[in-house]
C-alpha cells in the first residue's frame, strides 16, 4: 500500500516592514512578526523587505536626551515615561529580547543607518543588520548614528567592513532611501511599525504574535 506524504507548498508572501532602528515598538512588532511566522512556517514562505522610516529626521548629530525629547514631543510626564519604559521592558522580555533602558540615554540621527540597511538588502544581510541595530542600541545602548557603532555592527553579521565604511563615507543610496521614506508617507505611513503584506494589507503597531498569525492566515485564504 502507497502512502501520500504529499504537503501543500508554502504560499509566498511580501512583507515591508516600515520602521525605525531607534523605535522600540518596532523591535516588539518585529519579534511578534518572527513568532507567527514560526508558527506559520508550513503554510507562509515570506519575504521579508525593510523598509526606512525617520521618527526624527531633523535630529542633530549630537542627538537629544530621551527624557527630554519625549517630554518636548508628546508631552509625557516622568510617571507616564516610566510606565512606557516598563511595558516596553516587558513587552520585549516575553518576546526574547532585552530592553536595557537604562543604558538608552539618547535619541540620535539614523540616516546613515539606513543608508547602511538599505546596501545590506543587496548583500543579502538585511535581516541580520536590522536586529543587530536594534541590540546595539536598546541592549547595548549604543549610538546607531556613529559610523564606528555601524561599521562594528555590520562586521559582526559578516558584511564587509571596507565596503560598509565606503557606503558610509560616500553618501552612497541617499536618494534611494528619501525616495522610499517619502513613498510610504505618501501613502499615508506616518507611524512605525507600518507592516504591509502583499503591498495590500497594512497591519500597525507593535501587535502581539496572535493578530499578525491571524491576519496572515486570512490573507493566504483570501489569496
Request: proline share 5%; charged share 20%.
Amino acid at each position: 500500500m502507497t502512502v501520500s506524504t504529499s504537503s501543500a507548498t508554502p504560499t509566498p508572501v511580501r512583507i515591508d516592514f516600515v520602521s525605525d532602528v531607534s523605535c522600540p515598538w518596532c523591535v516588539v512588532g518585529l519579534k511578534s512578526l518572527e513568532q507567527a511566522l514560526d508558527k506559520l512556517q508550513d503554510t507562509v514562505q515570506a519575504d521579508i523587505h525593510f523598509q526606512p522610516f525617520e521618527l526624527n529626521a531633523n535630529m542633530p548629530p549630537e542627538g537629544e536626551d530621551v527624557g527630554e525629547h519625549i517630554a518636548r514631543k508628546y508631552g509625557s510626564t516622568p510617571e507616564q515615561m516610566a510606565q512606557s519604559r516598563e511595558a516596553i521592558r516587558a513587552r520585549g522580555e516575553q518576546l526574547g529580547f532585552t530592553f536595557a533602558m537604562d543604558k538608552r540615554g539618547r535619541i540620535y540621527n539614523t540616516f546613515d543607518a539606513h543608508r547602511l540597511l538599505h546596501w545590506a538588502a543587496l548583500e543579502g544581510r538585511q535581516k541580520e543588520l536590522k536586529m543587530a541595530l536594534f541590540d546595539a542600541y536598546f541592549t547595548q545602548g549604543q549610538d546607531p548614528s556613529s559610523h564606528e557603532v555601524l561599521l562594528a555592527v555590520a562586521g559582526k553579521v559578516g558584511l564587509d567592513t571596507a565596503k560598509a565604511a565606503d557606503v558610509l563615507a560616500s553618501g552612497a543610496y541617499a536618494d534611494e532611501v528619501r525616495a522610499q521614506e517619502q513613498f510610504y508617507q505618501q501613502n499615508g505611513i506616518n507611524s512605525v511599525p507600518a507592516v504591509i503584506i502583499n503591498e495590500r494589507h497594512l497591519i500597525s503597531g507593535g501587535q502581539p504574535p496572535e493578530v499578525f498569525e491571524q491576519a496572515l492566515r486570512q490573507i493566504i485564504a483570501g489569496a
